[in-house]
């Protein structure tokens, strides 16, 4: 019983998919913990000499998925591809149209999210 209600976060944050454009498709850089992604709102903040390894996008449900899912969702793929951190660049929110259109039609009006993936230099 107590799995079956764990089940539906499990479910919630599969909603949203992410996919990596590794900006030097020859680079490979090892995994790492998921729990050592460093989130940055802006560039300016990070400390340290860094190489841009890969733009993250994420996209999912709005209404199933708030912003922190999004971030938690590309802080997986950026330790799946060897990140150390990674830089907001924006969200992007269903416009009313989006939104008309789920509740008439029962479409999802989806949001979209990206950041920039680093890995610092010498760590």
């Known amino acids: 019983m107590r799995a ?16 990596a454009v590794m900006l030097d498709p020859g ?3 090892p995994p790492v913990p998921v729990n050592e992604i460093v989130v940055y709102v802006d560039e300016a903040d990070v400390e340290g000499e860094y190489v841009k390894i890969a733009m993250i996008y994420a996209e999912g449900d709005a209404d199933l998925n708030d ?10 793929k950026a330790a799946e591809i060897g990140a150390h951190a990674i830089i907001l660049q924006g969200f992007d929110e269903p416009t009313t149209g989006d939104k008309v259109a789920e509740a008439l039609l029962g479409t999802s009006a989806e949001r ?6 680093i890995r610092f230099v010498g760590a």
């Not at 899912?69 to 590309?74: K, Q």
């Open 4 to 19: 079956l209600g764990l089940l539906p976060l499990g479910l919630l944050a599969a909603c949203v998919t992410t996919n």
């Open 27 to 29: 680079a490979y850089y």
């Open 112 to 117: 979209r999210a990206r950041v920039l993936a």
């Open 67 to 76: 912003q922190s899912s999004f971030v938690e969702a590309m802080r997986e």
